[in-house]
Every structure is written in structure tokens, then in C-alpha cells.
């Protein structure tokens, strides 16, 4: 039986993929999308964007993962529509989480030595770091034409 993708995003983080990696190399999969690269493009962005706790890494693989489902390969293609799913995701996110910050939702600073430390003490699976990973599969699962 395979994984739909929320469990396959809790999956690649309990085997230690970052919340962005995560996030998108399970979308790839249950996208049909193969290649080398993936989740190494996501690397990156998780921590924050860099381990800086601005956006959460989550969300942004969530966005590359919209890219791949509804982005263009050409300028001539409309953008919008993926914009605006990335829009709505980035608004419902905020909704939830209260904002899309990683310094706000872990509410330990990932910057300092100290939260890190505690951070990678904790495991990314026992951070909100999951809860944010699985809105965003949902949310991913729910808006693609690929069914889990």
C-alpha cells in the first residue's frame, strides 16, 4: 500500500529530512515527479530559510511543490493561477499557525547555539514542525489533480 502524502511528509521527517525537504520531496512523489535534485533545491530554505527562523520551511517547500504542480515552464504560460494558490495557502497558514514565521511557531530562536541545540534535541517529528509539514501536504493533497 503506498503512502498518501501527508504520511509520506511525516515519513521523510522522522528520517531526518529537514520540514522544506520533507514537504517537497513528498509532494514530487505523490506528484508523479522524479529527479536527482529533489529535495536538495529545498535544502536551503528549511530552518526558516537558512536556519534564520523567517518563513518556515514548511511552507516554503509547500510553495515549491505548488511550483511543480501549477507553475509554468515558459513565459508565455499564465502565472496567476499558481499565485494565487500560493496565496491562499500562505493566508490559511497564517490562520492557523498564527504566522508563518519558524521563530514564532517553534518559539525557540534556531539562531542562538541554545535553540538549535534544543530544537535538534527535540526532533523535527516533536516540533510543531510536523503540524505545520502536514497542514501543508493537506493543503497541497487537496489543491493538485493527483489524488492520495
Known sequence: MSLNLEEAVVKNLECGFLCS?????GAAEHL?????????????LGGGIGGM????????GGVLALGLAKGRNAPD??????????????????????SMDC?????????????RNHA???????????????FVARYIAENTAVSC
Open 21 to 25: 525537504e520533507s514537504v517537497l520531496k
Open 32 to 44: 508523479g515527479i522524479a529527479w536527482d535534485r529533489l529535495p536538495a533545491i529545498a535544502t536551503g
Open 53 to 60: 527562523a523567517a518563513v518556515c520551511g514548511a511552507l516554503t
Open 77 to 98: 504560460q499564465d502565472f496567476l493561477g499558481c499565485m494565487g494558490f500560493a496565496q491562499e495557502l500562505v493566508e490559511r497558514f497564517k490562520e492557523r499557525f498564527g
Open 103 to 115: 521563530l514564532d511557531i517553534l518559539g525557540v530562536d534556531i539562531r542562538t547555539e541554545e535553540g
Open 120 to 134: 535538534i534535541a527535540q526532533g523535527l517529528p516533536n516540533l510543531p514542525c510536523k503540524a505545520c509539514c502536514v
